[in-house]
């Protein structure tokens, strides 16, 4: 099934937002088969939306659009579809229901124009949007489907997820495409590939593997065409289980996996809590471990000492020790997570120090330096790291590393064996 | 005058890489004076490039191309230039010059493929990729320009900036188009163009307003065209005053700003410092602060007290309030922010404490509740949200209340009056 993508929005082509949601699309279509042919991105103009529906037409079987179904005055789809379709807006009551219950919800008062978001063109079947009040708009017409979709990300998320592709997948025979992606930290893109190449020369030619790096971890995506899907889902999971063969430490999760929600479900299993008590990282670590729903089983809290004499005060961290070897050493950092796990009574505590940048470096410790310690019943580990320049990058890479470390005690903890954490 | 960017690459169309290119680009251009009209993604395919390259110069004047011009097998632009031209390849001598200073440099032997870069088609003229193999190629036809360029980002940015926006200033009489974003907090899309419709309704029609909602804050744009550069820039500026005098405690910055950045901006030129003791944001608002380069100099630390007994022991909140009223009540929220402002010994401290959700609402206390304190010299201020049922949505809606209710505070000390902070 071939599908055009066209993202309307005049902040797309000042360069004021990156399109998120035209490669987001592309990700989750290939995913399920569909073969993104184009992905234009247009105006906030009726003209221009209609040239761009027209052309998408001539050549693909499925043409989404993201984006102006605000609204706002500059919101010109809904428009621009009743003219391409020569049809005129109905009040849909559902979706005026649905609207004044998300309003109400918030004791917000529901203005006329947020009214006006429950008028669609009449030949379209509204799909709802849960988390926002613009419904998506699904169109058939000789044979094509016409999608409309709200710009918003997560709202566009959901109804892509929820109601576009499940429509897809039943009304039509989409071809057979199945991948999966495998999770890994603790090693760099390179290294990674040279550990791997065998197997992943070794390929049977329909299966196919691509690296999706990000600051910290790499992402392995092994993907497969087929004609029969159970083969096909079969296929992947030999060549995951192989895979993992040769990387057991470094396999940490799968598809929508992160470190922080695989380290929440193992402390849970183990029945172990944490603290953590952060320098370097400002918040960001704690940031992870809480962005998990129900984190609070297992997370006490945290202490971050930007200040020194919080790492002093608050902490209790040795004066002497900060004189002596710096804030950013193996000792403090060591300090900083034996006191944390006191303070919090916890079983497990992390803790990082290092210079995030841009300032601060010096030839000794420059920028990137990064301690971090996991303080638990046994002896404390300390690793060190070098990262790079960039402040937000080496922020995540220390907290995931942080997760990482925890995660490889709680992996030998639980004595899942080199099966992986899901194995 | 006006412009297309036709991305190449079937990495783009399968939504492995993001097209972070094309709104650079779309960027820098709209800065000088370029309108991109239309961004077209097409796959390396020889006839959909050809196409994309036909229909683009229909209604621009400038087609600028980017990808497809490496040494491997995929890589199609090259060839549809060619073949849309109807020329040949030739060796560009100071290109294959370039290629081999390059890779001696770095003692790597150049390979047959690396020497094909140097071959270029004969009606274009090389602009030199001082970061890599393949140069740029710039073409003239009909009075209209067309420009191809190599999809690594970094060596595609310096070919924008060193050599293609220079030669149009150059060669074309750049039509001035301007664009101005005023970032506001504390309002809904929705009330905020009610309250600011008459301005709208009354902007003058070279002159447009589109709003850019994300979770916690509206952005508003208003761009311009005009013959007279300084004439352009004046019309915004009078508008953006006018806008400002309607929504005065909205607006917190202009273009990049962000509500950590300038409430950073604002600690520093009011030397005043700060702490915060989170609950439900979980160390995000600790993080929003500390992703601000230098924010070590006003920042001094938080508590993270996401157990209750953590409220009590490390913030010394009273027991009985606990019990009587609840972590998540005004009670509780109060004493944390005053506490940390004690134990942090700073100026001033936020707090919050809210249901982040999924779970853990009541019908008295529903997910998306959240009270946050500020506690300064003064009296301490609470206030109480109703925010919506998404955990990272209410995480990140409370930290930017938090920021916002600093921002108020350090604006009426500063005493700006209502000429916005920038005023």
């Known amino acids: 099934m071939d599908c055009e993508i066209i993202s309307i929005g005049d902040e797309l082509l000042i ?3 990156t399109n998120t949601n035209a490669s987001w699309m592309a990700s989750e279509f290939s995913a399920s088969g569909i073969v993104v042919r184009r992905i234009t991105t247009v105006p906030d103009d009726t003209e221009d939306i209609i040239n761009a529906i027209q052309s998408a037409l001539e050549k693909n079987k499925l043409v989404v659009l993201s984006g102006g179904l605000g609204p706002t005055k500059d919101d010109m789809t809904k428009e621009a579809l009743c003219i391409y379709f020569n049809v005129s807006l ?5 979706t005026l229901d649905h609207i ?4 109400g919800g918030r004791g917000i008062p529901v203005l006329q124009k947020n009214r006006d978001q429950a008028l669609i063109p009449e030949n379209a079947i509204p799909l709802t949007n849960i988390h926002g009040t613009a419904p998506g708009l699904w169109f058939e017409q000789d044979g094509k489907i016409i999608v409309s979709l709200p710009g918003v990300p997560y709202e566009l998320k959901a109804l892509v997820t929820e109601s ?4 897809l997948v039943e009304s039509q025979q989409l071809a057979t495409f199945f991948h999966r992606t495998i999770l890994t930290q603790g090693m760099g893109e390179s290294l990674l590939s040279e550990r791997i190449s065998r197997w992943e020369d070794n390929l049977p030619v329909n299966i196919k593997l691509a690296y999706l790096p990000q ?11 087929g004609t029969d899907r159970n083969l096909v889902i079969q296929e992947i999971d030999e060549q995951v289980s192989r895979l993992e063969e040769l990387i057991p430490e470094l396999v940490f999760g799968y598809d929508n996996d992160t470190l922080e929600s695989v380290v929440g479900e193992m402390l849970v299993k183990s029945g172990r809590t944490l603290a953590t008590a952060e320098s370097c990282t400002g918040g960001y670590l704690a940031h992870l471990i809480t962005s998990v729903p129900g984190s609070s089983r297992y997370y006490k809290g945290s202490i971050i000492s930007y200040d020194n004499s919080i790492k002093e005060g608050l902490l209790g961290v040795n004066k002497d020790s900060l004189v002596k070897y710096g804030a950013v050493s193996d000792v403090v950092v060591k300090q900083m997570a034996e006191s944390a796990r ?5 079983d497990y505590a992390l803790a990082t120090s290092g210079i995030a940048g841009p300032g601060g470096g010096t030839p000794d410790k420059p920028v990137g330096l990064v301690f971090v310690a996991l303080a638990g019943p046994g002896e404390t580990v300390i690793s060190k790291y070098t990262f790079g320049e960039h402040r ?3 922020i995540r890479r220390s907290s995931l590393a942080a997760l990482n470390m925890l995660r490889l005690e709680l992996y030998r903890l639980l004595s899942l064996g080199d099966k992986g954490i899901n194995g």
Chains 1, 2 share one sequence.
Not at 100 to 103: D, K, V
């Open 15 to 17: 360069g004021q937002v």
């Open 90 to 94: 109905f009040l849909h009551q559902p």
């Open 100 to 103: 004044e219950r998300l309003f």
């Open 164 to 167: 576009v592709i499940p429509r």
């Open 215 to 225: 600051p910290g971890l790499v992402r392995l995506r092994i993907s497969a065409h």
């Open 342 to 346: 006191k303070k919090f009574n916890s």
């Open 392 to 394: 937000g990058r080496n």
